[in-house]
């Protein structure tokens, strides 16, 4: 197939595109500065006929979201509707990349797609808009909405970790907030496979199983410095402007029966990861307890 996708250079767009070239595609692959989202007539002209396009172009900066809205709205609103509009034009299908930041996470059960969104910040309110305005074009779509998401390719949460756990001797790290740390290359390769499938709607792709960021760092200490004290803390007292939900995990089951399989547990995208940093030996350690 040949895949356009927009974003290329991004934490998931790089993997995404080694990934869809492994499997034997063809990709053209657009970013900042040579596409941006935002020209609606540059979006028609640029996107070439193709099989699919896949928008992992964002405005991904939470907590900047707070006081840059009309920028988040303008690429993750505004950007998504130019991409959905120009494919449906062409009668190109159109995949999406969307964020577990569309729910509250005032519950304690894992959200399926039909669930009600309710954004608490910004960047979600933002997201959530573009979704809808795909739905809106009337062309073919599939939005996946994912969370927590670390590669080699991007700033996120390991590397920070990683880097704190060189400098300090011990650290704070948030136990209220719940989710699903994602490994970009997994994510990359469910998103492969649903270009497969003839499948129009939302779906949730994001690892298995869950943890608190204050698990998921003692999970990247127990590989790379255990010495390290991991001490829980709060979101009130970490103070970031943008609220998150406390608890994001996304209900799979719909994946899992459109596509015959589970994604992998975030301990093993940890474990592959720092294998691929170079940071762990090809057999690894076996980390904290399962969680
Ligand atoms: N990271 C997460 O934890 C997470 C969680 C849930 C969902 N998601 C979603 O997953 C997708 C990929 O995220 P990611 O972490 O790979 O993000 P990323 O690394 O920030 O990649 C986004 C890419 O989009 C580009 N971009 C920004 N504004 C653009 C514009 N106006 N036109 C064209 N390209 C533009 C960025 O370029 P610059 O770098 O030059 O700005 C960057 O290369 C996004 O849709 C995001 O909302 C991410």
């Given at each position: 197939?040949?895949?356009?996708?927009?974003?290329?250079?991004?934490?998931?767009?790089?993997?995404?595109?080694?990934?869809?070239?492994?499997?034997?595609?063809?990709?053209?692959?657009?970013?900042?500065?040579?596409?941006?989202?935002?020209?609606?007539?540059?979006?028609?002209?640029?996107?070439?006929?193709?099989?699919?396009?896949?928008?992992?172009?964002?405005?991904?900066?939470?907590?900047?979201?707070?006081?840059?809205?009309?920028?988040?709205?303008?690429?993750?609103?505004?950007?998504?509707?130019?991409?959905?509009?120009?494919?449906?034009?062409?009668?190109?299908?159109?995949?999406?990349?969307?964020?577990?930041?569309?729910f509250?996470?005032?519950?304690?059960?894992?959200?399926?797609?039909?669930?009600?969104?309710?954004?608490?910040?910004?960047?979600?309110?933002?997201?959530?808009?573009?979704?809808?305005?795909?739905?809106?074009?009337?062309?073919?779509?599939?939005?996946?909405?994912?969370?927590?998401?670390?590669?080699?390719?991007?700033?996120?949460f390991?590397?920070?970790?990683?880097?704190?756990?060189?400098?300090?001797?011990?650290?704070?790290?948030?136990?209220?907030?719940?989710?699903?740390?994602?490994?970009?290359?997994?994510?990359?390769?469910?998103?492969?496979?649903?270009?497969?499938?003839?499948?129009?709607?939302?779906?949730?792709?994001?690892?298995?199983?869950?943890?608190?960021?204050?698990?998921?760092?003692?999970?990247?200490?127990?590989?790379?410095?255990?010495?390290?004290?991991?001490?829980?803390?709060?979101?009130?007292?970490?103070?970031r402007?943008?609220?998150?939900?406390?608890?994001?995990?996304?209900?799979?089951?719909?994946f899992?029966?459109?596509?015959?399989?589970?994604?992998?547990?975030?301990q093993?995208?940890?474990?592959?990861?720092?294998?691929?940093?170079?940071?762990?030996?090809?057999?690894?350690?076996?980390g904290?307890?399962?969680?």
């Amino acid at each position: 197939m040949k895949i356009t996708i927009l974003g290329a250079r991004g934490m998931l767009g790089r993997d995404l595109g080694d990934i869809c070239r492994a499997a034997g595609h063809e990709t053209v692959e657009y970013d900042l500065p040579e596409l941006d989202v935002t020209d609606a007539v540059g979006v028609f002209r640029t996107i070439p006929e193709c099989d699919w396009v896949v928008n992992c172009a964002a405005y991904t900066d939470v907590d900047g979201a707070q006081s840059h809205r009309e920028e988040a709205f303008a690429v993750n609103c505004d950007g998504a509707r130019n991409v959905a509009r120009a494919c449906a034009r062409k009668r190109i299908p159109l995949l999406h990349i969307s964020t577990d930041y569309v729910f509250n996470g005032y519950r304690n059960t894992p959200y399926a797609e039909n669930d009600e969104p309710d954004p608490i910040n910004i960047y979600g309110a933002s997201k959530l808009a573009g979704e809808k305005a795909i739905k809106a074009e009337g062309g073919r779509y599939v939005i996946v909405r994912t969370q927590a998401l670390f590669g080699r390719h991007g700033h996120n949460f390991v590397k920070a970790i990683i880097r704190l756990l060189q400098e300090k001797d011990s650290l704070g790290v948030v136990v209220d907030q719940v989710t699903c740390p994602t490994y970009t290359r997994h994510l990359a390769e469910a998103v492969e496979s649903l270009l497969h499938l003839d499948f129009t709607g939302v779906i949730h792709v994001s690892a298995e199983g869950e943890c608190s960021w204050y698990r998921f760092a003692r999970e990247i200490a127990a590989h790379v410095r255990p010495s390290v004290e991991i001490n829980p803390i709060t979101s009130v007292d970490l103070g970031r402007p943008a609220r998150r939900p406390p608890y994001a995990v996304l209900d799979k089951k719909r994946f899992t029966l459109l596509t015959g399989r589970k994604m992998p547990h975030w301990q093993q995208g940890l474990v592959e990861y720092l294998q691929e940093e170079g940071l762990l030996p090809a057999e690894g350690r076996q980390g904290e307890e399962n969680g």
